[in-house]
């Protein structure tokens, strides 16, 4: 598995070496990992680049002061557990990061649909791609899942898994090597026959498959990252953009720890209930035997009410 | 060339047959082509689904007016056009439209770097897609161009061009080939051998190229479709997806004529100069011989604005 | 009580008395109120200018369907209230509305915060504001809660309320009379005197109050509408804002009936616990007795769970 | 005149003596006067409270870059300019800035209509407002214009000068006795009559009037930065929200002087001509004598074309 080549690890371990001083509020957590690369999947990372602010700041927009803001440890921890229980989100938008991400391009196209962020891509109009694909772990390739039409079900058995690996990886090879052909390019940039120009580099590209590795500087605040945590960290999220949303979980509790805690208790770790589940959760608080038939809800939503005070 | 199969035609009919009464502000040149589907490249459409207000809707928001808003049809273009000109922007956000586009994924991955749109994509992790994918016409397989990097230069010869469209047929046959093998499914959707589930959809759709083509829903307000088709309908963009701009030009000319009018007259065929070029202009019409070692502009932008001054 | 002028009145009737026949999907529901000033506060209305979809159209954007998409009312009604409940908002985002609103300021200001939303406000730099600004009811004069910092609590007594109204309203008179006189205006819109030009309106305006009357259109989608009314119909909402998201809920209905009431359901009438306040939760329902010291819950948030719970 | 209290002031500069090392590049121009109060107007300031990158940030985004990205001093601004020249505007969304400002709230209601940004404002709902509001210095007394409807014109004459200060002055003098009395107030906090608890805070505010100052924290990117100082450091922009403009302009100087330079040249000293106006342009630099008849242009868009050429 190799996720950097060493010119990359040079100039990460270069960047790494200078230290500023600031009047900036640090976030000693993230100072310790800044411009590393954290390993997911076989070919991607998440590095944060830069980052604005940490706990305080957010306690600092609450208030609109003119110093740190900061009062007590408790009281700060307690203010931002009650912007998050009560949706006052604005003063999470005060804190922003930016990470620098290599991803599989069927990942960054769910990543993007978070448009409340800023990106800038690897031009493949521009540049030349790298002979990286993603190819799935075995433990990952899983059936159809027949209960849930966007999931996976058991894990596939070793021959079928075999198979499965022959063709991505032998799909991926040749596709490569073929756009290689049009680009009129061989492996190390040079041109393979000098009375071709090649192809528009814009145009060969769409000769690659979608588990290619792309790469974009993504920056994002807080407000918005815990939106995308949510969704992307979800049992729901397809395993491969999870893998991601939980290195950046971690990423997340080094910058801002209290506003980490106040998310997964208030986010992850939460349950909504709707109208009607409320009311049969009254009944059967107040010792009442409720079954499906006797609310207004759908089987479905009634399991998935049961699954939340049963949790698996 | 097929953009749609018969039953899709089909339904497009029957939606087209109902007919209702509305008090809104009516598009006629709309209605006249809404839900059909106009073509674009080998298996791609734009199809106008939905709008909401015309000219007027800028005239009657710039006015916050009482009633419709607008008045002789000279004054309410010569609003527009002045809206237009000073960047008046919010009026145009007025009007609203909802388009079901199909193009091939590297096209969708340009489309959606357009933040401010509402999105719905057919979902490869839920359905599986179509044996349809991009092939260039000859005329477009064009050499990289060496002037700009990210553009193309001249077109292929001809047996250059019949060995990238034979690469490229391949390897996508090939690839969705496999895609089914991996699904389990044979062309028609049934189960190919009774004995396997089938990887997940989410996992075997990766092994598809970015020429295949994908669906969505796009919706977005006048004064955002202008900017998407600034950047998309310039040359600067790559073909593939001005021809998508071009066909929507069309659309907007019969949606809001006027504000089209505007919009060739002071953005399409506007030029911007900066502070030295307006200096070197103002010399010129001084009647001055200006060179561009007499200015501060580099090379590269002295060119850019004798092609402004003498266009092609 | 005016919340229109004849002429304005008359404006709005004669707009309404146009029918044209459309393609697009209609709902009847608005059709009957378009364009009709409802009545807000003492001075303020809604009216529904313009709308696109209705709930067929969330229909037909989840399922990117080539025809209108939908299927039995059942089907429909199950899957909006499947998305609405796993937070499946884009396919909401594809219904728009939009509305002529007239406010007081200070409500204006609160509702400029829901940033998704496109706004065309009156401008008082170019135009003159009319004498009108809210005076509230007297049962709405409360006194500052001791609980609750940013609430209301017991109403007046009636002496210091008709001495708070009497204040308001001489001031909010006075400085009208001298906006007026700094402009040099008549009530009428004619100089006062001749020799005088005025004082620039954009500075004039700067005497008037924050209860002083404005207006805008506002536009926004389905999805960013509900999140107005989550927030604005909650209340916690200053009463003010209130009455105005009270009024577009009933709009709401009409407009969309089944995500109106999946709305209810799974935003209104819904409630979060917490992770900590799910485990309690557990515990009481297997008939364990819990208090607060035995729960990592604060003295608030566990007040907040009982309320829950205990609706009054 | 004051803008800050000294225990503000004491706070300030106890924030600015915490120096911490990072790794996260540094502007060391902004260092300089970090949470330091610039003033503005009579009571107003900006404070820079953060920031995310410099100049290198926007390169190192173009780039995509592993380490700091940037080169020859030369080529970065070469590629700042040509970013800004084509409207590539994304990586300068890479840099973040994060204002304290102190503004009179029509101010802040111009402010806000710019949405890509995020803001913490002071909330009066909760808090009670500071005896503050804005007096225009005489010379800012102008009459309203005749061209342009949204401007001013000349100055006041010295006797009508005094006579709107004073009713600016006596009006907000009273708006703010009354509105502590709503209040039961006095000018320390202290309650006035013991036996009213006094009106919600929430209620009192709307007596106040729009020359009240409000503050908030504004956190915005570099590409947004640059539209609201395009828009509001223009000449055509209200003095006041331009006193703000022009403070933050030099602000962003210090923070990245060569997209500083770039946006002077190639936005602020630059200017566009439409499809008409080039087409005279051309004639004239081939010597013609140009006359609007002979044009498409309307009388008003003329002169604003010669108004380019012939700069006052």
Known sequence: MTNLSDIQSAEIEQARQ??????RSVAE?????LFQAIPVLDHGFVRVIDYMGDDAAVVQAARVSYGRGTRKVSEDRGLIHYLLRHWHTTPFEMAEIKLHVKMPIFVARQ??????ANINEYSARYSILDREFYLPAPEQLAVQSVQNRQGRGDVLGADEAAQVLSLLKGDAERNYDHYLEMLNHD???ERLDQD????ARELARM?????FYTQWYWKTDLHNLMNFLRLRADPHAQYEIRAYADVILDVMKKWVPTSYDAFREHR?????????????LRRMLAGEQVEQS???????EWDEFLAKLNPS
Chains 1, 2, 3, 4 share one sequence.
């Open 207 to 211: 000769n690659l498959s979608l588990n």
């Open 187 to 189: 492996e190390n940039g």
């Open 111 to 116: 990543w993007i649909r978070h448009r409340m």
């Open 294 to 300: 006797q609310t207004a809800m759908s089987k479905r």
């Open 29 to 33: 957590g993230l100072e310790e990992i």
């Open 196 to 199: 071709r120009q090649g192809l």
């Open 18 to 23: 200078t230290v500023m001083p600031t009047r």
């Open 268 to 280: 992850l770790e939460a349950a909504t209930f709707s109208g009607e589940a409320l009311k049969a």
